[in-house]
């Protein structure tokens, strides 16, 4: 999820020094993956990219994606790391996460993801009604605010409002 997929999966020209990630297989080396590769690790120091772990709605929510992202994850190529396996999220449910925080990169990453074809504005719609808005936590209509701005950004000809 986050910068990563987007320049890696998505084609983002975008710039990014971390690597997003909510779960690591096996589970038991989580620390000591973390450990070796966390912001300010000799790696991050070497190459310049750490990684970040990010928790997903409902368990604490940093990000929320729709509930059936799991079915749906992309596998990345990784030719020079055979024992590596990078999954990313399917585009629409990695625009779904970026127009809860609605930044300014954000935006720009979901515009992009509509822009090159990744995205389309019946799967979005469809998604969020069905897979994320139902377990958005507090003010779901600011929920449905953001899914109109982020709609409007990137089919403004078929926004009704």
């Known amino acids: 999820m986050g910068g990563f997929a987007m320049t890696h999966r998505y084609g983002s020209p975008r710039q990014t020094h971390d690597l997003d990630v909510c779960d690591f297989a096996p589970s038991t080396q989580s620390a000591e993956l973390l450990a070796l590769a966390q912001e300010g690790s000799a790696l991050h120091r070497h190459f310049g990219v750490y990684i970040q772990r ?10 929320t ?15 020079t790391f055979e024992n590596l396996t990078l999954q990313v999220l399917d585009s629409h449910d990695l625009a779904l996460s970026k127009l809860e925080r609605s930044q300014d990169p954000d935006l720009s990453d979901i515009q992009h993801l509509a822009a090159q074809g990744h995205t389309n504005a019946k799967t979005l719609l469809e998604r ?9 936590l507090g003010d779901l209509q600011r929920g449905d605010r953001t899914l109109n701005l982020g709609h409007h950004l990137c089919w403004p000809k078929d926004s009704s409002g």
């Open 128 to 136: 969020y009604h069905e897979e994320h808005r139902p377990y958005l």
């Open 65 to 79: 994606v729709p509930c059936d992202h799991l079915e749906r994850l992309n596998t990345l190529a990784t030719p």
């Open 54 to 63: 990010v928790t997903v709605a409902p368990v604490r929510c940093e990000v």
